[in-house]
């Protein structure tokens, strides 16, 4: 009879890696005044406990056992082993410890109520009865074994098997004698035995590219400085506030000499006095959650709960942010919640199931992206996203997310042809189970951290985005305006002399424009793929794309909405934006390109240092049209109010300098021209810079009085009343 025929089933199961309960086996277990210790020990040629009780080897295995008195046994024990190359080898045994998480921490994750599950779930520092060690935690139902593997094992799945704890799927071990900084994975065995190596899903830092581990994260260090940004933030009334938004890359911003990425604390000794110069209220960085690929901008995230190792440490993120709190700029995230990419070692068919992914390619699959789509209708998976804004809120200070491509989230035929999606129970389109998930993320986010802004990028005319859950709507603070965004530049690529023709895409927008928050986004997707830079977007020759711009910037900071500019468009970058290389950062030699920096830092100021220009940007009556209708001219005229403070914002949007123009105004008096595009300042010809101008008693556009003023060749220009 064979050695394997004499053992159990269940030393069995130990020694080939497939025991569901291995705690069931190993360790101490006691029978009356008796206890037995079984340790699996592979590459052992001796071992023994504390006391010298020693560990005899079960023939022709790697399985060791003691038995004796149960007084003799220290707790919790040592293990002590000579390596096969004679290498003095002392732990704690990992299976003489008791779970570790809570039944109540496990009810409230399984309830999808965790909202701080990542304290639980991951990899974390963690003491034992006096022993340090990881406390490791995954959730992975369908797996008929998981184990911890990392260098400290090598990479052995059979070495440190975890404790299932009972139905939540939550796997949990913890390693005594590991640290911070341990590079690790879990194995999962499925239930057709095979296996594959995971990243952690909850794991707070990873390896660099293209290496795919996890990592260990230490216990912050970071002393935050930023105590009044976050009490003023608190008690911000965020809708009357100015919002003006600097859109990053971080890979691509700015690299070193090399041409290798900044670190975080780099960005933030270089890119926050940058901002601060410019004016900006806030900066909003593309993902910076782990992900694999450099070209994907960060958009097919692999670590929900990991800032990308490529620009630092956790605490270097930190650093970053504390410093744009300390210099009174926000910092946004880019999140994206809606889906996931396929690689192997991310969540895709995490424990061999289609655990965090819908099983159904009709509702689990991205057709346009070649990703999976989240499985709204499992708690543990709301849980999971619901997490993950949590955590970037609380542990870096993060002032608000911008949630990613909202419309493909909501729309179960998102991108699909007939009898490629499944409808809702009602037989609708509509997304039931992400609608519920939205509100409550909306409402809770909101409800615990006061001040922060949870903006959707949404695309369609889905109601009520940005309107309360108590009144029905999803919830968020702000939706991006795409079709404000997708007329304007419509327009604006209209050769000149064809623009009246198509004038009403100047003014369709305010038909809507309090319906929700909108914010106005000059994003990195304008710029990309074919559609051309900003300024090479603009008609005409040199000059007239440049002044065509600036009307453009001048009339965005003007309109009722917060406002949001991709990096390079400050300056008028003339490539497209590439990811793999840094903005053209020469040009600024150039008069035109520094002129408009200079001018949107100009309409930073006027636009922060402006109540009439951002108080009521979400109302009605922080808008009034002067005249809408001049479309023979291609010139529009409006007034933004704040109470009985106004200013007065007139466009020429023809290369045709008109000299008298008359414009109404509400009262007589005197009125100051805050802001003129068309200054020598910023590369233009310096028309109607008139210091003041004087109101006459000559009724014009349903108002008492008017002014008469030489409009400047594509521009823009903003008056203000004198007291």
């Not at 409808?423 to 951290?449: C, D, T, Y």
């Not at 600036?550 to 497209?576: I, N, S, V």
């Not at 109302?619 to 001219?633: K, T």
Request: charged share 20%.
């Amino acid at each position: 009879m064979s050695t394997k025929q004499l053992l159990s089933e269940d030393i069995i199961k130990i020694i080939e890696a497939r025991h569901h309960d291995p705690f069931s086996i190993l360790g101490a277990h006691q029978n009356g005044a008796k206890t037995t210790v079984t340790v699996f020990l592979p590459d052992t040629h001796k071992a023994w406990l504390d006391n010298d009780l020693i560990l005899k080897r079960i023939e022709g295995t790697d399985v060791f056992q003691w038995t004796g008195d149960t007084k003799k046994l220290n707790q919790p024990y040592v293990v002590h082993r000579l390596a096969g190359n004679g290498t003095p080898v002392s732990r704690h045994d990992p299976y003489c410890f008791l779970p570790q998480l809570s039944e109540f921490d496990l009810h409230l994750f399984s309830e999808g109520k965790h909202w701080h599950a990542y304290r639980i779930l991951g990899a974390h520092e963690h003491i034992v009865d006096g022993v340090e060690g990881i406390l490791f935690a995954t959730w992975a139902p369908s797996a008929q074994r998981v184990s911890v593997v990392g260098d400290f094992n090598q990479w052995d799945g059979r070495q440190h098997p975890m404790r299932v704890r009972g139905s939540t799927g939550v796997w949990e071990l913890f390693i005594p004698g590991l640290s911070a900084n341990e590079i690790y994975k879990y194995e999962i065995k499925n239930n057709d035995g095979s296996l594959h190596s995971k990243m952690d899903p909850y794991g707070q830092q990873a390896e660099l590219r293209p290496a795919t581990g996890s990592v260990v994260a230490a216990q912050s260090k970071h002393d935050w400085q930023d105590e009044e940004w976050m009490s003023k933030r608190a008690n911000a009334e965020w809708l009357h506030t100015p919002h003006s938004v600097y859109e990053v890359h971080m890979g691509s911003w700015r690299r070193n000499a090399n041409g290798d990425f900044l670190t975080y604390r780099e960005m933030a000794d270089q890119m926050v006095p940058y901002v601060k110069e410019l004016g900006f209220t806030h900066i909003e960085l593309l993902p910076v959650t782990e992900h694999p690929l450099d070209i994907s901008w960060g958009y097919q995230t692999t670590g929900y709960f990991a800032p990308t190792s490529r620009f630092g440490s956790p605490d270097d993120f930190r650093y970053f942010v504390d410093q744009c709190h300390q210099n009174d700029i926000g910092i946004i995230l880019d999140w994206v919640p809606g889906h996931f990419p396929k690689d192997a070692h991310g969540l895709a068919r995490f424990d061999g199931s289609a655990l965090y992914e819908h099983a159904d390619p009709r509702q689990g699959e991205h057709q346009d992206w070649g990703t999976y789509i989240f499985n709204y209708g499992r708690s543990e998976v709301t849980n999971f996203l619901l997490s993950s804004a949590f955590y970037w809120l609380e542990e870096f200070h993060i002032d608000g997310l911008r949630v990613d491509a909202v419309a493909s989230m909501l729309y179960l035929d998102y991108s699909r042809e007939e009898g490629q999606w499944v409808p809702n129970q009602h037989g609708g389109r509509e997304n039931l189970e992400v609608i519920e998930f939205l509100k409550h993320m909306n409402v809770v986010l909101h409800q615990e951290h006061p001040g922060c802004i949870i903006a959707a990028e949404e695309s369609t005319s889905y109601p009520m985005v940005s309107r309360p859950a108590s009144m029905g709507g999803l919830g968020f603070s702000m939706k991006w305006n795409m079709g404000w965004m997708h007329d304007i530049l419509e327009y604006m690529q209209q050769d000149s002399i064809h623009r009246q023709y198509h004038h009403d895409s100047l003014t369709f927008g305010l038909l809507y424009a309090f319906t929700e928050n909108f914010v106005l986004p000059f994003s990195h997707d304008e710029v990309v793929h074919g559609k051309k830079s900003m300024v090479n977007k603009m008609p005409g020759d040199e000059w007239q794309r440049f002044a065509n711009l600036r009307l453009l910037y001048t009339m965005m900071f003007t309109y009722p909405g917060k406002k949001l500019l991709f990096m390079g468009c400050e300056f008028a970058q003339g490539t497209e934006w590439d990811c793999e290389s840094t903005l053209d950062w020469y040009t600024l030699d150039y008069p035109l390109h520094n002129g408009m920096k200079t001018l949107v830092s100009d309409l930073n100021k006027l636009y922060t240092n402006t109540p009439a220009l951002y108080r009521h940007e979400f109302e009605p009556q922080g808008f009034e049209w002067l005249d809408c209708n001049d479309r023979e001219q291609s010139i529009l005229s409006y007034i933004r109010r704040d109470g009985a403070e106004y200013v007065i914002s007139i466009f020429n949007f023809t290369p045709v300098p008109r000299e008298s123009y008359r414009v109404g105004v509400p009262e007589l008096g005197n009125y100051k021209v805050l802001l003129n595009s068309d200054s020598e300042f910023y590369g233009g010809t310096n028309i109607g810079n008139e210091a003041e101008l004087t109101a006459q008693e000559v009724p014009w556009s349903d108002k008492p009085f008017s002014i008469e003023i030489n409009l400047p060749p594509l521009a823009g220009i903003v008056l203000q009343k004198v007291l």
